[in-house]
Structure formats: C-alpha cells, structure tokens
T-cell receptor, first 111, second 118 residues
C-alpha cells in the first residue's frame, strides 16, 4: 500500500519557468511533510518542509503548498535552473520518526 | 549541515558472501539511524530503525536475520547483508537524526552504498 504517491515520474521545464511537482498521500495521520532532492548515486538532501498546521512554506526559490482536505502537496520552483535537474522525493512523517517516501519525480530543466 | 558518511560507497561480491556497510554521523550524535533501500527507478523504502544500544525495529517484510543491524555507538550503525544473493543488489542508504531536539527535525542522509551481488 503506497501511502505517498508522486504520479508524475518525470517533468521537463524550460529554464526560468516554474516547476511544479505534485505529491498525494492517503494516510491522514501524516502531519509533517518534506521534500528531498536526489542526484544519482547520492543520498537525498533535504530541501524544504511543511507542518500540517500550515498551508504554505517558502524558502527562496522553493515553495511548498499543502492542501490537507485534498491530501495533496506540491513543490514550486521559481525560476527553475538547470542545476535543479534531479529526482525530487516527497516524504511524510508517521509515528514520530518514520519517513515514508513517494516514488520520486525526475525534473529536467532545459537551458 | 550535519554530515553522514557511508562506507563503502560501492561493493561487488559473490553470491553467498556477507557484506557490511557502515553509517557514521561525523559531527553530531545520533540516537536513531535509519536504513533505506532503493531499487532502480523506485522509491526509498525504509528497512529498519536503529536505536543506539537496543535492537533494531524492522519494517514488515524485511528479514532481520538477513539484514543484521548494529548500532553500537551514537555515531555508528552497521548493516550486514548476510549470505547475499543477486536479488539483494540495490542501493542502500542510511540516515541519522539528532540525539535530542525537535520532534520533526530532518533526517540527514548518507551518500549511499551500491551493492552488486554476482
């Protein structure tokens, strides 16, 4: 049972435009969400997070939106840069320390 | 940010041998370390949670006798893949969490270890 889903396996965006990565979850017990960025053969690096008591969190070019009623979150990257090309995972906390990851979305930012 | 290292970064072994992977938190103490596994083009799957000084908690479907986890100190956890077989070939990633702090502080991930079993 995949509790965190990223339905788009890949996304291609032109440099300078907005990248929108989506994530859906099914477990209403999740109350903290994170986005990670991952390059091939490397561990994920933390990008941005959001608590369920908020609906938006912004950090520079990265903004995460949370819609609890729809059990949906999204990551916006504006403006997109070629260096943003990577696989992005959304993840959710359950039972305190347990992270559940989505399947990832490969973002390609074209110059 | 906090640094987590893994050793080795890549290992190739023959079927039937055991392989040990180390995970170290270099500049902080971590009472909790996590081990994940990633198959090609798939998500990270939590294998087990390791608390210093106690037995690891394994996720459903993960064989604890196959994947031995030891968390002997606040900076070191090891994963031993016993009697490795080709289907164990994967990318193994550890993460570590601060010993004390916020409930939802981020986990810091190691660079991963690619295991190839011939």
């Amino acid at each position: 049972d995949q509790q965190v889903k990223q339905n788009s396996p890949s996304l291609s965006v032109q440099e300078g435009r907005i990248s929108i990565l989506n994530c859906d979850y099914t477990n209403s017990m999740f109350d903290y969400f994170l986005w990670y960025k991952k390059y091939p053969a490397e561990g994920p690096t933390f990008l941005i997070s959001i608590s369920s008591i908020k609906d938006k969190n912004e950090d520079g070019r990265f903004t995460v939106f949370l819609n609890k009623s729809a059990k949906h979150l999204s990551l916006h990257i504006v403006p997109s840069q070629p260096g943003d090309s990577a696989v992005y995972f959304c993840a959710a906390f359950r039972a305190g320390n347990m992270l559940t990851f989505g399947g990832g979305t490969r973002l390609m930012v074209k110059p | 940010g906090a640094v987590v290292s893994q050793h080795p970064s890549w290992v190739i072994c023959k079927s039937g041998t055991s392989v040990k992977i180390e995970c170290r938190s270099l500049d902080f103490q971590a009472t909790t370390m996590f081990w994940y596994r990633q198959f090609p083009k798939q998500s990270l799957m939590l294998m087990a949670t390791s608390n210093e000084g106690s037995k690891a908690t394994y996720e459903q479907g993960v064989e604890k006798d196959k994947f031995l986890i030891n968390h002997a100190s606040l900076t070191l956890s090891t994963l031993t893949v016993t009697s490795a077989h080709p289907e164990d070939s994967s990318f193994y990633i550890c993460s570590a969490q601060f010993a004390a702090g916020l409930s939802y502080n981020e986990q810091f991930f190691g660079p991963g270890t690619r295991l190839t079993v011939l």
